[in-house]
């Protein structure tokens, strides 16, 4: 960031002492001085406030000169012509101030380092209450899996799903792996998944010994296309796993009429879309169960947690029991099935019960920052806005876009370095499955592909700046004109 400072009242010289230059600092909100050659203004260094501290924890004195000190300063300095790309690469821990010189060495303006205009993908959404209750389990002494916040959290999630039950552990792809253990799922069976899709769907698959199947995606939901399930399904298949990605609800009528016709069972995995709805009922609430993952980056975070929830009371017992060592309720150190450690602690579930407490105010947020996305996207011709079907309520995880190189000019990696440049966070669209190594099959599946090619997730976060957005946005529609 360049600054307009009037640069006169930074500069000290050679003969000035720690005295005056802590004056000179302190009259800036910056926290430097500039030293310079007395009659010429050439620039020597840059002293800040840390290099005063520092020569005072050294021994020198409010009346020592400058000059005394040794090795003080900073001399990094740059043209007024130089990109400003190349600027970025200067700063440092060290340094975050750098004068730019004119042919005469004399110091015309800055280039101040503003860590805070990195705009992060995605951020939690905090206030008081975390601490307070975090504050709680620390002092009660309540921090593992006992306490009181984990059944809250439990019922909190439930509540506001529209099932009967829920079961908390400790991430998204453990309650995966739950649900699918409970459903008696493994080795010889298949289940079928979108390729387009976090690994962690896939992985939980194999984890069970089952087979993951992948299945192409719709080019208007984004989510597994449905018209391709059937022939998918064989005399192995188990179960479907849909996935609402990026926050988008899959269309769960026809998925459901399938999975009945061939006896199937459904696994929502709403790990992106807690709080969206499919023709005005709750995502997590529409099958035989769902999952959600509450990782930093998700619609609530726990900072590391996940949920499996549905209305089948013996399933969801199962899953406590797989959850907690397969140790049976009522019979301690009596282990009736290999279980898992797979619980969360009463702290991460005390910041669950604050998160809950504001999902929809957070998702209110959310969706106010789609809003503002795609009031300065809508009619860009060579972008394609995100899926928002009439059948369903969106909550807009991360705000990802497509842009149609061939019509744009330039292609995601392109922007993606602009937007590093500018400090600003972006992801791409993941690799569908079919086309990473561990999961390889030679089936082509072109919507996906061409989804991973094309899509950008831009910075989604609940509290954005609506000027930060402006930026963003800018910065993207200028590339289509160059
Ligand atoms: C995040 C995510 C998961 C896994 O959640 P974790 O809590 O990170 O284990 C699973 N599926 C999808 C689609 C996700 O986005």
Redesign the pocket.
């Known amino acids: 960031m360049k600054m307009n400072i009037k640069i006169e009242n930074l500069l000290i010289n050679r003969n000035s002492t720690i005295r005056e230059i802590m004056r000179v600092i302190n009259a800036n909100r910056i926290g430097v001085s500039i030293l310079v050659e007395k009659e010429s203004n050439k620039f020597i260094s840059m002293v800040t406030d840390g290099d005063i501290r520092r020569a005072l924890l050294k021994g020198f004195g409010l009346n020592s000169c400058i000059d005394e000190v040794p090795r003080v300063g900073n001399a990094t300095t740059v043209q007024s012509d130089t990109p400003l790309s190349d600027v970025m690469q200067l700063f440092s821990d060290k340094i975050r101030v750098i004068p730019i010189l004119d042919n005469k060495y004399r110091v015309i303006d800055l280039h101040l380092s503003d860590n805070r205009r990195r705009i992060a993908v995605a951020q939690p959404f905090f206030d008081d209450k975390e601490i307070d209750l975090v504050n709680e389990c620390i002092v009660s002494g309540w921090v593992s899996s006992n306490g009181k916040f984990v059944e809250k959290f439990e019922e909190m999630v439930a509540r506001h799903t529209g099932t009967k039950y829920a079961v908390s552990c400790n991430?998204?792809?453990s309650a995966?792996h739950l649900i699918l253990m409970a459903h008696g799922i493994g080795a010889g069976d298949e289940v079928i998944i979108p390729s387009l899709?976090?690994a962690?769907?896939a992985n939980a698959v194999t984890y069970t010994g089952a087979k993951p199947i992948f299945v192409d995606s719709d080019i208007e939901t984004w989510n597994i296309d449905v018209s391709k399930i059937e022939i998918a399904i064989t005399k192995n298949t188990k179960a479907i796993i849909p996935?609402h990605?990026y926050g988008h609800p899959a269309d769960m009528d026809p998925i459901n009429k399938i999975a009945k016709e061939f006896d199937l069972i459904v696994i929502e995995?709403a790990?992106?879309a807690q709080g969206a709805s499919y023709k005005n009922r709750m995502v997590g609430s529409l099958s035989d169960a769902a999952t959600f993952?509450?990782?930093g980056n998700?619609i609530i975070t726990t900072g590391?947690?996940?949920m499996v929830v549905t209305n089948n009371l013996e399933i969801a017992e199962k899953c406590r029991l797989l959850r907690n060592h397969g140790m049976t309720k009522d019979k301690r150190y009596w282990h009736e099935v290999v279980g898992y450690n797979y619980r969360l602690t009463n702290i991460q579930a005390a910041i669950g019960v604050a998160q809950m407490g504001k999902i929809d105010l957070i998702i209110q947020k959310k969706l106010s920052v789609a809003k503002e996305y795609n009031n300065l996207l809508k009619g860009v011709e060579w972008i394609t806005l995100p899926p928002n079907k009439s059948f369903a309520n969106s909550v807009y995880w991360l705000y990802t876009i497509i842009i149609n190189e061939d019509k744009a000019g330039f292609d995601v990696n392109t922007l993606m370095k602009v937007f590093k440049k500018n400090k600003i966070d972006s992801r791409i669209v993941f690799y569908p499955l079919h086309t990473l190594p561990i999961y390889k099959t030679n089936e082509e599946f072109p919507v996906s592909e061409k989804l991973h090619k094309m899509g950008i997730s831009l910075p989604s976060a609940p509290d954005m700046d609506k000027k930060d957005i402006k930026e963003i946005t800018d910065i993207i529609i200028s590339q289509g004109g160059l």
């Open positions: 991430s998204g792809t995966l899709t976090f962690a769907t996935v990605l995995d790990a992106e993952s509450f990782f998700k590391e947690g996940g």
